[in-house]
């Protein structure tokens, strides 16, 4: 069973920083493309970062470039995300994503989600 666990969310000042970590289990994460999405009240859900399984090839929405940084450990079956520079409008739900081969079709499986508010 395939389970994604976020922690790390909080309440930061603009200018702050603040790290996620995602924990997962139920496949072999080591071979698997990792993301983290965001989706702020009122908008829809946007990627924010993906990683290689190996985590030489990263990605980054232009918006977070520079300030925020994906990592992964694959000994921990964990990936993170680290936020700095934090601006109000990263305030959002931060979600942990893979998507799986099923034998038929890709399916996206999400965790529960982290709330960061960035806000003075």
């Known amino acids: 069973q395939v389970q994604l666990v976020e922690s790390g969310g909080g309440l930061v000042q603009p200018g702050g920083s603040l790290r996620l970590s995602c924990a997962a289990s139920?496949?072999?994460?080591?071979?698997?493309?990792m993301n983290w999405y965001r989706q702020a009240p009122g908008k829809e859900r946007e990627l924010v970062a993906g990683?290689?399984?190996?985590?030489?090839?990263?990605n980054y929405a232009d918006s977070v470039k520079g300030r925020f940084t994906i990592s992964r450990d694959n000994a921990k079956n964990t990936v993170y995300l680290q936020m700095n520079s934090l601006k109000p409008e990263d305030t959002a739900v931060y979600y942990c994503n893979v998507d799986l081969w099923t034998g038929r079709r890709w399916y996206g499986y999400w965790g529960q989600g982290a709330q960061v508010t960035v806000s003075s």
């Open positions: 990683i290689s399984s190996a985590g030489v090839s990263t």
């Open positions: 139920g496949f072999t994460f080591s071979r698997t493309f």
